[in-house]
């Protein structure tokens, strides 16, 4: 049997991702079972996500997604290719046979062709090469470079957001050496981060935006999600305003010395240092941002970079691969895939959060740190009532009849 990994935030579930949980089927067979690995409430971008991981996980199982598991907080909030890596390492341990993600090529080729190019250990030097003569590139920037000595145009594909991430999954199979197979459904419609310009859905940030500015994306979203999102919006559970969770997060942040910040995940360099500094000195988050970001430093790692310093994520976390897999929803045949997964005993699997602490110091302490930042997170909903402490322990998979 066909078994369909997918590598998700779902910030929100759209029409884009019904789309492609549809047509991952229609390659494989309609009866082959779906598994996501989802962040949690904070997503790689380095933002929270506007409806909690409980949410976003029962919106997609009742969108075409069997069974749902967490991404823990370290790789969630981690670089792609760490993100990748610890996503497709717990897919493989879940059973997934296939792993299937959105491109923009639309094709599996050119894609595993970058990969192995990236994997050249002789490639790395080369981009180490390329830094220590311009301090001011990104690696990013200097990694595309690299790739165009050796592959001209063709390297050109490295610039759009989906393949980036795409490749990086490729990598991590063949880095770990799994026994999964990649397969790509072309994206179409709006653009990462663009905005929409011509058919098919609209991009997960541009429903963000409709949000965050008080109006609805719900027509671009499946019905059966929609009734999720309208759900947490009737109770205060909607984070369409960014500010709530912001004090929060400053307050936090002010309140560690500059070693700590050195600490964190991409915090050497002077980068820690330079976000310590901000974080003790300015009034929002926007001017935190402003004052650290650098030529070499995107946005987006410095965005992280705050998220891990308010949610104690350290440098070393999401080294390796996560160590449990935490169901967040699941439908009946998602149960029926669980006893399968508890019979191989690859991976513990958490359906009751009380069963974590039978496990090691490792999976305990991995979860303590999503609970609290699970409780960070509800800080940020509308209705008092709803920011209650320890949700965590208390909150079962959704399970979808």
């Known amino acids: 049997m066909s078994v369909i990994g997918v590598v998700c935030e779902y910030n929100p579930f759209h029409n884009g991702h019904e789309y492609h949980l549809k047509m991952s089927k229609k390659s494989l067979g309609e009866d082959s079972p779906v598994i996501c690995v989802m962040s949690g409430d904070f997503v790689q971008r380095g933002e929270a996500a506007v409806y909690s991981k409980f949410a976003r996980a029962e919106a997609a199982c009742r969108c075409g997604a069997n069974?749902?598991?967490?991404?823990?907080?370290?790789?969630?909030?981690?670089?792609?290719?760490?993100?990748?890596?610890?996503?497709?390492?717990?897919?493989?341990?879940?059973?997934?046979?296939?792993?299937?993600?959105?491109?923009?090529?639309?094709?599996?080729?050119?894609?595993?062709k970058l990969a192995q190019v990236l994997l050249d250990p002789a490639i790395q030097a080369d981009i180490k090469e390329i830094m220590s003569k311009d301090a001011s590139l990104s690696y990013a920037a200097a990694r595309q470079l690299a790739v165009e000595k050796r592959e001209g145009e063709f390297a050109q594909q490295l610039e759009l957001p989906n393949n980036i991430l795409a490749v990086e999954y490729i990598k991590a199979i063949y880095d770990l050496r799994l026994n999964i197979a990649p397969m790509t459904v072309q994206r179409f419609g709006s653009g990462h981060d663009k905005q929409f310009t011509g058919k098919g859905p609209k991009s997960a940030s541009e429903l963000r935006s409709l949000l965050f500015r008080g109006m609805d994306p719900f027509e671009h979203i499946p019905a059966a999600a929609v009734k999720v999102y309208k759900r947490e919006r009737e109770q205060g559970r909607e984070l369409a305003d960014r500010e709530l969770l912001e004090t929060a997060l400053l307050s936090r942040m002010r309140l560690f010395d500059e070693a700590y910040y050195e600490a964190l995940p991409d915090g050497a360099?002077?980068?820690?240092?330079?976000?310590?500094?901000?974080?003790?000195?300015?009034?929002?988050?926007?001017?935190?941002?402003?004052?650290?970001?650098?030529?070499?430093?995107?946005?987006?790692?410095?965005?992280?970079?705050?998220?891990?310093?308010?949610?104690?994520?350290?440098a070393g976390m999401s080294d390796g691969i996560p160590p449990y897999a935490r169901v967040l929803a699941a439908d009946s045949r998602g149960c029926e895939l669980l006893k399968e997964i508890n019979k191989k005993e690859s991976i513990p699997v958490i359906t009751k959060p009380a069963s974590v602490r039978e496990l090691s110091p490792e999976c305990r302490s991995l979860f303590e740190l999503g609970s609290a930042a699970h409780d960070f997170y509800v800080l940020g909903y509308r209705a008092a009532a709803e920011r209650r402490g320890g949700m965590e322990w208390r909150t079962s998979p959704a399970i979808i009849k």
Request: proline share 3%.
């Open 67 to 112: 069974l749902v598991v967490e991404l823990p907080l370290p790789w969630a909030l981690s670089s792609a290719e760490n993100f990748a890596r610890g996503s497709v390492a717990l897919l493989d341990a879940l059973g997934a046979t296939h792993l299937s993600f959105g491109s923009e090529t639309g094709e599996i080729e050119p894609l595993d």
């Open 269 to 314: 360099d002077g980068i820690g240092r330079r976000l310590y500094k901000a974080a003790k000195e300015e009034t929002s988050l926007d001017s935190i941002l402003a004052q650290t970001k650098t030529k070499r430093y995107a946005l987006s790692r410095i965005r992280r970079m705050c998220l891990c310093a308010g949610l104690g994520v350290k």
